[in-house]
């Protein structure tokens, strides 16, 4: 299986903060990656697909890139709706892998 | 506006079957991966498994050959079957689809919490 490593596992930001979440690919996944965006009790949200396109209707805050095994999700600033756990996820190989998730805090 | 529920039973005892149905309104559960997914309380996603075509079948093997997942296209569903269930089966179960947007999960269920107790 392929592992996906998220960092950090947790952060603490402010309204306004520029946010970047990491994740790592234990092996190459070329672009196949997507971020998701869950809320307590909710069920998670897509918000970018093939490490960088936005799904449509999704905020122009929230932006992806990388390829291969490094892949970030950056909010450019940060909006009380956005706290909230942020989760990668490859489909590159049959058995599609999560991330661990990276909860988003107030400070 | 496609739209996916999940239903069945809140509870299942120890060494039990759990079984889930997904019901897809607005759309065709033929084309597209119809998904199951989990996460236990205050823990992360795992990918339980999905149908294609209401035919193909692709199973996660950290669940060990326990798992069917099945399609009733005269009905619009699909359904999960986990055997031989154990206390670490507890979780929020979801239906969700992918294949629109290459095989991101573009549309979830609400999901539906399954505790697994004698």
């Known amino acids: 299986d392929i592992q996906m490593t998220q960092s950090p596992s947790s952060l603490s930001a402010s309204v306004g903060d520029r946010v970047t979440i990491t994740c790592r690919a234990s092996r190459y996944i070329s672009s196949y990656l997507n971020w998701y965006q869950q809320k307590p009790g909710k069920a998670p949200k897509l918000l970018i697909y093939?490490?960088?396109s936005l799904l449509s209707g999704v905020p122009s805050r929230f932006s992806g890139s990388g390829s291969g095994t490094d892949f970030t999700l950056t909010i450019s600033s940060l909006q009380p709706e956005d706290f909230a756990t942020y989760y990668c996820?490859?489909?590159?190989?049959?058995?599609?892998?999560f991330g661990q998730g990276t909860k988003v805090e107030i400070k | 506006q496609v739209q996916l529920e999940e239903s069945g039973p809140g509870q299942v005892k120890p060494s039990e079957t759990l079984s889930l149905t997904c019901t897809v309104s607005?759309?065709?559960?033929?084309?597209?991966?119809y998904n199951w997914i989990r996460q236990p309380p205050g823990k992360g996603l795992e990918w339980i498994g999905y149908i294609y075509n209401s035919e193909s079948t692709n199973y996660n093997p950290s669940l060990k050959g326990r798992i069917t997942i099945s399609a009733d296209t005269s009905k619009n569903q699909f359904s999960l079957k986990l055997t031989s269930v154990t206390a670490a089966d507890t979780a929020v179960y979801y239906c969700?689809?992918?294949?629109?947007?290459?095989?991101?999960?573009?549309?979830w269920g609400q999901g539906t919490m399954v505790t697994v107790s004698s």
């Open positions: 093939s490490a960088s």
């Open positions: 969700a689809r992918a294949g629109r947007f290459s095989n991101a999960f573009d549309i």
């Open positions: 996820q490859q489909t590159y190989n049959i058995i599609w892998t």
């Open positions: 607005g759309g065709s559960i033929i084309s597209y991966y």
